[in-house]
């Protein structure tokens, strides 16, 4: 199929031809044409194979097909997203994909200043990207007229739906009209979630592109099965190898992710670090750097494992195995995005073989495992830090006996004289 077989407009394909894309994906052959037909959607498709793509395209299309009235503008389509690092990236691609349309995009989430993203809705805007915090904030101050809203999209509607998010979701579709269209895309899609998202969409279409539980074909996994405190060195040992040149690493806690990049900062490997206590402005000059190449690695939290667009990443390194096996399939689609090659390496811990096995049932097979060829495993565990050792050092400390409680007592008053 080629792209002007998608029915999509002019300017469209314009910025498709300039990005240089030469075909659709299957996912975004399957779900495009029902998308212009008005159908609601279900759009299941692995990591990187181009979903922000298969929503945009026909959103944008139908809102250019139908120019906006006079007056101020309010949004006509909301595109949701669970992460400000996915919800810059969405209107990042909107920007580019609707760059030969008069229209005006948007985007609200939390971490920086109300003020600009206030003035823009000000200003009036087609399209709005948007957290659901930020957004339920601002339109409970004024901002952002949600009685316009033709379109809907959930981008990683698994997560959109989950317990956290779905309150935050009723309370939006509670200000939209009822005469809309709702798309729900993710790679990776519960029946429970998927009969939830049903109560969302009005006889919806279901687009499924290969096994929900796929990682994406490209990305070539193995283990490495390691002792806790050799990880750190064994991740040492694999850099020296320069096709490991940009490499995403995912550890458990952001403790752990500040942890480790100190030490790789101090082994000399330039590295960037994401999590939720680091501000905006710091979630995006590690962004930025990574990108760019001024940070080797990106060392992050699964806050990374959605929302994480950038080309060329070589290697996923699970330093610690994710909790959820739906959190595997994300991470490790951030590389082999759009048909490139690219490897998925997670260090196993003698504790993380049942989690490993419970990986590999939900995968339906089994993960390689391999050694790291003159990597020496008898490295002493590091010594405790000054804090580790006073730590134990107190709790090691015997408990004093307790007090006695102190007698109190009182002389016997004098008796007064009669006289």
Known sequence: MAFRDLVLSSPILEAIREAGYTEPTPIQAAAIPPILAGHDLIGIAQTGTGKTAAFSWPVLTKLSEQPPQGGRRAPRALILAPTRELAAQIQENIRAYGKHLPLRAASVFGGVSERPQIEALRSGVDLLVACPGRLLDLHGQGYGD????????????????????????????????????????????????????????????????????????????????????????????????????MVLV?????????????????????????????????????????????????????????????????????????????????????????????????????????????????????????????????VPAPEPSAREERTQASSERPLRPSRAPRAWTRAPRARRSPV
């Open 146 to 245: 949600l009685s316009a809203i033709r379109y809907l999209v959930l981008d990683e509607a698994d997560r959109m739906l989950d317990m956290g998010f779905l309150p935050a979701i009723r309370q939006i579709l509670r200000k939209l009209p009822r005469e809309r269209q709702t798309l729900l895309f993710s790679a990776t899609l519960s029946p429970e979630i998927e009969s939830l998202a049903r109560e969302f969409l009005r006889s919806p279409k279901l687009v499924e592109i290969g096994r929900r539980s796929n990682p994406a074909q490209t990305v070539a996994q193995f283990v490495y099965e390691v002792a806790p405190h050799l990880k750190t060195a064994l991740l040492l040992h694999l850099l020296k190898d320069p096709k490991l040149d």
């Open 250 to 378: 995912f550890a458990r806690t952001k403790h752990r992710a500040d942890r480790l990049a100190r030490q790789l900062e101090r082994s000399g490997v330039k590295t960037a670090t994401l999590h939720s206590n680091r501000s905006q402005s710091q979630r995006m000059r590690a962004l930025r750097d990574f990108k760019a190449g001024a940070a080797r690695l990106l060392v992050a939290t699964d806050i990374a494992s959605r929302g994480i667009d950038v080309d060329g990443i070589s290697h996923v390194v699970n330093f610690d195995l994710p909790q959820n096996p739906e959190d595997y399939v994300h991470r490790i689609g951030r590389t082999g995005r759009a048909q490139a090659i690219g490897d998925a390496i997670s260090f196993v811990s003698p504790e993380e073989r049942g989690p490993l096995r419970s990986l590999e049932r939900f995968l339906g097979r089994g993960i390689p495992r391999k050694q790291a060829e003159g990597f020496h495993h008898d």
